[in-house]
């Protein structure tokens, strides 16, 4: 599903290289964490994965599609097939849970009933199934970072990357947002988290890919944090 080969990023040509000689393959249907310092690339590298930026060398290929010779007008039809969850949440705040999971499948074009159905289905799913009408700014960050996940999985993506998903919440929150990843990924789904809670990478045993100044130093099938490091 993802293949990287001597993936390179700077943004700025007198500036040190972000990420650099960047070698891994994610198979489809894998959870893998990506660890590292702040600053060790981690965001660039997910950045990377939607086409936010472009490679500054190498190849970065997701779904068999070489991003840096991807046409602009197939970006959008790339990103549907990701869902994107984010530490900071990027809610609508003044409007409901509802609304919030509903815009992600009104921007890709879906129909007044089939929003209807799904919506609903997919806030349940998280746990929320009772807060279709509360607003966004009434609800816990706890509960924000649910209506986020739901965002991400409502449009059925092939890919879920999420970005220090629980930096925000405390352990107990952060490990239900971890378990609905977990979920999601045993019904298919690819995952990929970038995370430093060490406590949820050492929790879970699932792979870790661990990124130092830019290039990876560790590569675990079933790892755990300390051991990257």
Not at 1 to 28: G, S, T, W
Not at 51 to 80: A, C, H, N
Not at 176 to 198: F, K, P, Q, S, Y
């Amino acid at each position: 599903m993802i293949e990287a080969v001597q993936l390179a990023k700077r943004y700025d040509k007198n500036q040190p290289y972000v990420l650099k000689d960047v070698n891994f393959k994610v198979e489809r249907g894998e959870f893998v964490f990506i660890v590292g310092q702040s600053g060790a690339g981690k965001s660039t590298l997910l950045k990377l994965l939607i086409r936010e930026i472009l490679p500054t060398s190498g190849t970065l290929k997701i779904f068999g599609q070489d991003l840096r010779l991807m046409p602009e007008r197939r970006v959008p039809y790339l990103r549907r097939n990701i869902g994107m969850v984010f530490q900071d949440f990027r809610l609508l705040e003044e409007r409901t849970a509802y609304e919030n999971v509903a815009f992600a499948m009104q921007v890709t074009g879906a129909v007044a009933q089939e929003i209807a159905r799904r919506v609903p289905a997919v806030l349940e799913m998280v746990g929320l199934g009772d807060k279709l009408e509360a607003r966004v700014c009434d609800l816990s960050g706890g509960e924000q970072q649910r209506i986020g996940l739901a965002r991400a999985i409502v449009n059925r993506p092939s890919l879920i990357l999420a970005d220090e998903p629980t930096g925000n919440l405390d352990p107990d929150t952060s490990m239900e947002i971890i378990n609905l990843l977990r979920n999601i990924n045993i019904r298919g789904t690819t995952v990929l988290v970038a995370t430093h809670d060490r406590e949820i990478v050492d929790r879970m045993q699932k792979r870790v890919i661990h990124l130092e100044h830019g290039q990876i130093a560790g590569d675990q099938k079933k790892g755990v944090y300390a051991r990257a490091f």
